[in-house]
């Protein structure tokens, strides 16, 4: 019973990582699977949303900024704020790069965010980062409380995904697919294809920030390390590589199977002698790349298959990635 | 319904025990052991981990937990990251139902895990390196304990024997990571309240290749020594390096992050003799506590020396006195019981000493439990005080108490 | 000013060179195979490691066995190439760079399990350097990279310019549409793209390992400095990637000197920022370089 119960709790873990996760990748989907601009600075994003709303909610403390005791939901909302204002800016300059550019490009600019949260100590308390973040429902008894964030968490995703199903499906929607297939053709349709690639640029930023803004609350603690590339970057690209680009529901599941498996082969390992323990840790992330390896040689369109529009009769279903002609 | 039943496996129990069964009947205990197996301190966890299985080992060599039962502590990666730690909580709490957890290394993941999973969860974590002081204000139900001393302690004693020492300019580099620069910040008020100037300070960012540049504008500002905060494979031995090679400082200070045998073994004992001071928990290599410890993790073909290790025996064999004394694998009662073992009065129990504990419990005596990191005595906050020891290289090069 | 000369300017050139090496391998797979290469800086590391392991296996000096190492880890990223890059090769070009961030992965975690996470040197001890004038410190080891790094650039200039496949790698960075028409095999010049830059790459690593120390992560460390200098030196110009990587390597050692007043001109924390901010301010500002490399 106990063992029943425990295994429960954990799946509400489980699934409350995976949902925070899948609003990441949805928000990847939307520059990546939708428009087709690598940004390989994730974490960036969801770093200024972790901080902005843990600063903006936790307790005033002496060593960092903060005190203004706002509830949790303003908190959520000026992360999204302050990561779309960022995309924006970041937008404005580099949305102009290509693919591998880009990635670059927001990469170092993510890497540069870091630094800036570990050395400006007055603001972020630097590495030691913000405790005490408030949590939705953190009064009500185990389990309800971690149930109620798991809710809390998936109403959210539901409500994204019904939102930018019905973007997707929308004349804004069609035309930012027109742009990544084939960018001179819109452009001569008269289309201001800068402007909608920063457009799209900034909603997914705004959704990274959400998806920071649920950690922070979720983990109740942040410092920059939550920001680092593997964790915060690489591991949402495979979700949404895994899931499919381009589809949002393959978003979602790609975030939740990715993140069972990367959580729960932990619970296999434990199962080792120590020593192999150790290796194993690192085992585990060797079998991660390997399954992409293998996703992207044998099922390069992910597990859901992008949804397209039928443009022309004629032309034969191009991967969902065929841009490197574009330039 | 949990209770009930525990209540009625502890009232079988002393039966059982009398058919002579208790092999048979007793059931394995499972204690959580989260560490940053990966990440950026992967290099001291190898040592630590072992050092927590050593304590297990010997429990076990000893006649096992709670009438013959096997202590297993079930290992768990927190990465040293906050949204890893809370995942690995979640899988030893809820999966695999321990009954308490060790961990989990680093300050950050420790903040996450106890917040997010543990203290809800009603499960004791006992930490062997945590040190951030924000640890202690957390609102924890006594559900978070410590036997690494907070920061707000060593930079403060460390600032003494510097003092104590001759030392009355000193230059100060920490690494930008949780631990170093808050050890940083309380040794250079300390240092400064005594009357000491630190003529320069800058803070590194840990692993690069070379520290040369920012060594020189330091050495720029003068001071007698150089006050070295970092772990000594991130940047530690880098900077000693540096320094040394280009005559930048001859004379340092530390912490107990720069206290392993692969500084000497790297740098040289004679280059170092002399010149090298790094404070360390009073885990007085002289005294028999930690003698005890010491010599069975060199037997067990570990280091000794490396940081934290023998506070990392220490919860883990604290953790077994505090579930044999409440008598049950039971989450509730672990709280009080950890500070019935660890602080005096009671017998008194040194590492290794499982059988006599054993002994000296079931008669229904309080241990105090004197550790190889210390005498380990629980405040309100569930903290030690730390004493420190000085050490430097010793004449058989290895590391030596002053 | 001595100050100047011993801990920025020289430190400077030792970084400059081995960021330079590791860039002429991004640099030559950025325009042959036409995807940044994320892996590359565990190219570099898994040559460091070799050089570790041969050197316990012979104790020779680690000079001697660079060489080695540089086979050893061109044939194994012949190896990675056939089994995760070929396949994907005829895909769109983004699919292998996320597939060399897979890879990275993959080789880090490796390398971890078998040589552990822990620090190592080739050589234990300090040594100390030459000191001219009472003052200059010149450090034997400094005079044998930058000595190595000059040799092995000379070494590419000739492979590049005097050999057939030398040519045939730059009409294929130049132009592959018409190398291929005019019959280049190109699976023979991708072949030697990889070996010239795994080799360059390890010894690039095993260079920054005899300056400083092994880490599993040293290679990530230096990735994003060296894709500045293939960048600043503009993509598929091998000579661009050596400026590259001196300005480089020098601006971030240079950074920290207290060029107005006593304090460091970059505060140290965001000494590593450097490499990272000149990089945004090429992409951003000149995307083609500073030798009018090629943009895809």
């Known amino acids: 019973m106990d063992q029943l119960y425990g295994i429960f709790l954990y799946a509400v873990f489980l699934l409350t990582m995976g949902g925070i996760y899948a609003v990441l990748a949805l928000g990847l989907n939307i520059q990546w699977g939708f428009t087709g601009l690598f940004n390989a600075g994730v974490g960036g994003f969801f770093a200024i949303g972790a901080y902005v709303s843990a600063i903006l909610t936790s307790a005033a403390s002496a060593r960092h900024l903060g005190g203004y005791d706002l509830p949790v939901p303003a908190g959520i909302c000026a992360a999204m704020i302050a990561s779309a204002l960022v995309a924006w800016g970041i937008g404005r300059i580099c949305i102009r790069l290509r693919s591998d550019y880009l990635a670059i490009a927001t990469l170092g600019i993510a890497e540069i965010l870091r630094l800036v949260l570990k050395n400006e100590i007055w603001a972020t308390n630097g590495a030691r980062g913000i405790s005490r973040i408030p949590k939705p429902f953190e009064h009500v008894a185990e389990p309800w409380n971690q149930v109620g964030m798991l809710l809390l968490v998936f109403a959210i995703v539901l409500v994204l995904y019904v939102l930018l199903e019905r973007a997707r499906r929308s004349p804004w929607g069609r035309v930012m697919a027109a742009i990544r297939e084939n960018e001179d053709a819109a452009r001569a349709a008269g289309k201001d294809v800068e402007r909608l690639r920063i457009e799209a640029f900034i909603l997914g930023g705004a959704l990274m920030g959400l998806g920071g803004a649920l950690m922070a609350h979720h983990i109740k603690f942040i410092e920059p390390n939550v920001a680092e590339p593997v964790s915060a970057t690489f591991l949402v690209w495979v979700m949404l590589v895994i899931g499919g680009s381009g589809n949002n529901r393959g978003a979602i599941f790609g975030a939740i199977l990715v993140w069972t498996i990367w959580s729960a082969t932990e619970i296999l390992t434990t199962r080792l002698p120590s020593e192999w323990a150790t290796k194993a840790a690192y085992l585990r992330i060797f079998l991660v790349g390997l399954a992409l390896q293998i996703i992207l040689q044998k099922f390069p369109e992910g597990i859901f298959r992008e949804r397209r529009f039928q443009t022309s009769a004629a032309s034969v279903h191009p991967p969902p990635f065929n841009r490197e002609n574009t330039s | ?402 | 000013m001595i100050e100047f000369v011993n801990f920025h300017l020289v430190p400077g050139l030792v970084l400059g060179s081995i960021y330079a090496l590791g860039a002429i391998g991004v640099t030559l797979t950025f325009g042959i195979l036409r995807f940044a290469n994320f892996a590359h800086g565990e190219t570099m590391t898994l040559g460091a490691y070799f050089t570790l392991a041969l050197i316990a296996l012979t104790g020779l000096h680690p000079l001697l066995l660079v060489p080695v190492a540089m086979a050893l880890t061109a044939l194994a990223v012949l190896g990675m190439d056939r089994l995760f890059f070929r396949p994907l090769r005829h895909g769109p070009t983004i699919i292998l760079v996320i597939a060399s961030f897979g890879l990275m992965l993959m080789v880090r975690s490796l390398v971890q399990i078998v040589w552990g996470a822990k620090l190592q040197t080739f050589s234990k001890g300090i040594d100390l350097p030459w000191v001219l004038l009472d003052t200059l410190r010149i450090f034997p080891k400094h005079v044998v990279i930058i000595g190595a790094a000059l040799g092995l650039m000379a070494a590419v200039h000739l492979l590049l310019s005097r050999t057939r496949a030398g040519k045939a790698m730059r009409a294929m960075a130049d132009s592959p549409d018409l190398a291929r028409l005019t019959g280049i095999d190109t699976e023979r010049v991708i072949r030697t793209t990889w070996i010239v830059g795994a080799g360059l790459a390890a010894a690039a690593g095993a260079l920054l390992a005899y300056d400083t120390h092994l880490h599993t992560n040293m290679g990530f460390r230096v990735l994003l400095p060296i894709f500045a200098a293939a960048l600043l030196g503009g993509i598929g110009r091998p000579y661009g990637a050596m400026a590259g990587g001196l300005v480089i390597g020098m601006a971030e050692e240079l950074s920290t000197y207290p060029w107005i007043g006593t304090e460091p001109l970059v505060p140290p924390g965001y000494k590593a920022g450097v490499a990272f901010a000149i990089m945004v301010a090429i992409l951003i500002w000149r995307p083609s370089g500073l030798f009018r490399g090629r943009v895809f």
């Not at chain 2, 069964?21 to 940053?36: I, P, Q, R």
């Not at chain 2, 003092?163 to 690494?175: C, F, P, Q, S």
């Not at chain 2, 602080?343 to 499982?354: D, F, K, L, M, S």
Request: proline residues 3%; hydrophobic residues 45%; negative net charge.
């Open chain 2, 1 to 402: 319904m949990k209770r009930i039943l525990t209540a009625a496996v502890t009232a079988t129990m002393p039966l059982t025990m009398c058919l002579g069964g208790a092999g048979a009947m007793a059931a394995d205990v499972k204690v959580g052991s989260a560490g940053g197996i990966t990440g950026p301190i992967a290099e001291l966890v190898v040592p630590i981990m072992a050092a927590r299985n050593l304590a297990a080992t010997h429990v076990n060599e000893q006649g096992g937990l709670l009438g013959g039962g096997t202590y297993q502590l079930v290992a768990s990666d927190s990465q040293c990251d906050p949204k890893a730690a809370v995942d690995a909580g979640a899988k030893l709490v809820n999966v695999e139902q321990v009954v308490a957890v060790l961990g989990a290394n680093c300050s950050g993941a420790t903040n996450g895990m106890a917040q997010s999973v543990t203290i809800p969860a009603g499960v004791v974590m006992l930490s062997d390196s945590a040190t951030a002081p924000s640890i202690s204000e957390l609102d924890d139900n006594d559900l978070v304990f410590r036997v690494a001393a907070s920061d707000a302690y060593q930079g403060r004693s460390l600032a003494e024997l510097a003092w104590a020492n001759g030392y009355r300019a000193l230059a100060v580099t920490y690494a930008n990571d949780d631990y170093n620069a808050g050890l940083a910040g309380v040794f250079e008020a300390a240092f400064a309240e005594l009357g000491g100037t630190i003529t320069a300070s800058q803070v590194h960012e840990p692993d690069k290749a070379s520290y040369r540049s920012e060594l020189s504008t330091l050495a720029g500002a003068g001071g007698e020594g150089l006050a070295l905060f970092a772990y000594y494979g991130s940047s530690g031995i880098t900077i000693l390096r540096n320094s040394l090679e280009n005559g930048l400082f001859g004379k340092f200070l530390g912490a107990d992050g720069m206290m392993d045998n692969s500084v000497i073994e790297q740098i040289g004992a004679d280059t170092l003799r002399g010149n090298i001071m790094l404070s360390q928990p009073a885990s007085d290599t002289e005294d028999v506590s930690y003698q005890a410890f010491a010599s069975a993790f060199e037997a067990a073909g570990h280091n000794a020396t490396s940081p934290f290790v023998a506070h990392s025996y220490d919860v883990s064999f604290l953790m077994a006195l505090a579930i044999e004394k409440a008598g049950a694998a039971d989450r509730s009662m672990i709280p009080a019981a950890l500070r019935k073992v660890a602080n005096a009065p009671g017998t008194v129990i040194r590492p290794g000493e499982w059988e006599k504990a054993r002994a000296a419990i079931a008669a229904g005596e309080d241990i105090n439990y004197e550790g190889a990191s210390g005498a380990i005595e629980f405040d309100k906050n569930g903290d030690v005080a730390g004493t420190y020891s000085l050490n430097g290289v010793g004449d058989d090069g290895t590391w030596t108490t002053m």
